[in-house]
């Protein structure tokens, strides 16, 4: 399975600018004006404000999808509260498997890859070494980090995700769970 995260997070030409499906022109309705919009706002911020696990891990997680997903955002954008995450160790996402990150963080991202990849993966040795090494609400944390950082995949399908900024850029969570994009870093 990790191999197949592997390739599949390496193969993608993630530079692409362009939609990869037009958009309509008619700019009159709001982006993000439906109640689902919003409803997706209230489940992501509420997700972020759970604090069962350490923000190394959940940053590793969070890269992890933006990987996965090829999402320019999400690649260009490190968590403040993560300041073990520098980019020698968020490399190593890419190929955790063989690296050498501490077990307690190849299981999270083996989770992550089985929940984003192949769910019917997630068999009983993940699940043991899952409560092996985090408790039941740590494994409730990263299984809705998962999807928390899942849910921008159509955007990323349709390649007309929020564009990034030139290099990397603080992400930074207020009280409420709510993101916003700092300065570069």
Known sequence: ???QADAA?????SDAVAPRIPLPTDRSQPKYG???DHAVARFAAAVVRRDALDPTITELVRLRCARVH???????????AATEVDEELAAKVDHHETSDLPERAKVALRLADAVI??????DARLR?????????????EILLDVVKWSQQKASVALRIEVAPREGLSELR???D???SVGAAI
């Open 117 to 122: 990849l192949a769910p019917t993966t997630a």
């Open 173 to 175: 969570f207020d009280g």
């Open 1 to 3: 399975m990790s191999a």
């Open 177 to 179: 769970g709510n993101a």
């Open 9 to 13: 997070a390496g193969a993608r030409g």
């Open 128 to 140: 043991e070494d899952a409560r092996r090494h985090f408790s039941e609400s740590e494994i409730a």
């Open 34 to 36: 439906l109640p689902i």
């Open 70 to 80: 090829d999402c320019r955002l999400c690649r260009s954008v490190r968590d403040v």
